[in-house]
């Protein structure tokens, strides 16, 4: 019923506003009704008039509303509003602890070794002695899924590598609310699979130490645990990138399960 113009897209449409709405809760955003559309360059007299918090909120919220458009554009399913709402808290969340760990940490979206206090050693290719990472097939990436629990505290970490080694991105978060390991393994993996859908095209090949989360993802839509829900936003997530999930020894897991400690 209106031009979709880039205006539309973020500011009227429905699924905008509901999302706006949404991330508001959590965020201190502007008043969605105090913007103006003033013309073409409408986006950069809303930023100029922000601080620099409020602008990447802005700009992570556009980012993600045209995601979720283009998905429905493109006859699929959008993440439901909560998975929306945590994915764009726990990625602004991971920016900033990048940005205060070191201004000259981001390399290719990963923090630097040192700056993780992980000893000075190439364990991006080999995790342990006698335990060599293995490399996915020419077309794929495979991430690396990590959990650590102490106490009331977990954290989760990950890193994706494609055929060659090469890192596309590392990192680690803080998780919340975790009643016990399996299910900070499980909110670990869910997290890191969202984020990992961003940094790549390819399809996934996830790895993970847990063998229970593991198989418990494997048995598919039919879990009744209390993790159902989570299970099945994995599957779903799994689904979008012809991508799988299997389990590894915790030997061949240690540059994630290294991120994992720092995030927690």
Not at 178 to 205: F, K, T, Y
């Amino acid at each position: 019923m209106e031009e979709e113009d880039s205006f539309h897209v973020f500011c009227t449409c429905n699924h905008a506003v509901f999302l706006w709405k949404a991330m508001a809760k959590e965020w201190t955003l502007p008043y969605r009704l105090s913007i103006i559309h003033v013309g073409r360059d409408w986006f950069l007299h809303l930023l100029s008039k922000l601080h620099e918090e409020e602008r990447a909120r802005i700009m992570m919220l556009f980012w993600r509303i045209s995601y979720v458009r283009n998905e429905i554009v493109h006859a699929k399913q959008p993440p439901p509003v909560d998975v929306f709402v945590r994915f764009l808290s726990s990625y602004l969340s991971s920016l900033n602890s990048i940005h205060i760990c070191s201004s000259d940490a981001l390399v290719k979206g990963k923090m630097s070794a040192a700056c993780l206090h992980i000893p000075d050693q190439d364990i991006y290719r080999v995790d342990e002695v006698g335990g060599s990472w293995s490399a996915p097939a020419v077309g794929r990436v495979k991430l690396n899924t990590d959990a650590s629990v102490l106490g009331f505290t977990a954290g989760a970490g990950m890193i994706l590598r494609d055929h060659e080694g090469e890192i596309v991105f590392s990192a680690c978060r803080l998780l919340y609310a975790c009643d016990d390991v399996l299910e900070a393994e499980l909110l670990a993996i869910r997290e890191e699979i969202s984020l990992a859908l961003q940094w790549s095209i390819l399809p996934i090949d996830v790895e993970s130490d847990c063998l229970e989360a593991v198989n418990m993802i494997k048995t598919g839509n039919s879990n009744k645990s209390k993790y159902a829900f989570i299970i099945r936003e994995i599957i779903s997530s799994l689904g979008e990138r012809n991508s799988y999930i299997t389990h590894i020894r915790r030997s061949y897991n240690r540059v994630s399960h290294a991120l994992a400690n720092f995030g927690r």
